[in-house]
């Protein structure tokens, strides 16, 4: 799966240069965790702030953290994760609007383990999507 908003290892800074350079509130990414490998970010613009919001690969899907006493919960894929808190109300700052798409094509080199497929089923090919 390509998702147009993941960045790869986009840095702290660029990505929050990229998020606040409009000042609209609920502007997003994805990007590669500096801190932990492995981790994918969802950084969201809200008050000229960026909020970075970590997500989990598990055996069954991606969990989110989110507000403390939040219902931890599984999604199969990344772009349902994204489709919930496209919802006000959902655990976030604010509520995911505008994806800010990268510019530049899809890295070629790989840094993360962690697979962008829909299913968790076994695939007949020999090559796998990982991200950069």
């Known amino acids: ?7 790869g290892p986009l840095s702290k800074r660029d990505c929050e240069t990229l998020l606040l350079k409009e000042g609209v509130d609920g502007n997003f990414l994805l990007r590669d965790s500096e801190s932990v ?4 970010c969802l950084c969201v613009s809200f008050k000229s702030f960026v909020y970075t919001y970590r997500i989990f690969k598990e055996k069954y899907g991606y969990i989110i953290q989110t ?8 999604f199969p894929n990344l772009r349902e994760l994204i489709s919930k808190f496209e919802k006000p109300n959902q655990g976030l700052v604010v509520h995911l609007s505008k994806p800010i798409k990268r510019t530049s094509p899809r890295p070629r080199w790989r840094r993360s383990t962690i697979k962008l497929d ?10 796998v999507d990982v991200l950069p």
């Open 1 to 7: 799966m390509d998702l147009p908003y993941y960045h």
């Open 118 to 127: 829909d299913s968790f089923g076994n695939s007949n090919s020999d090559y």
């Open 67 to 74: 507000v403390e006493g939040a219902r931890k919960q599984i």
């Open 37 to 40: 490998p492995g981790v994918l």
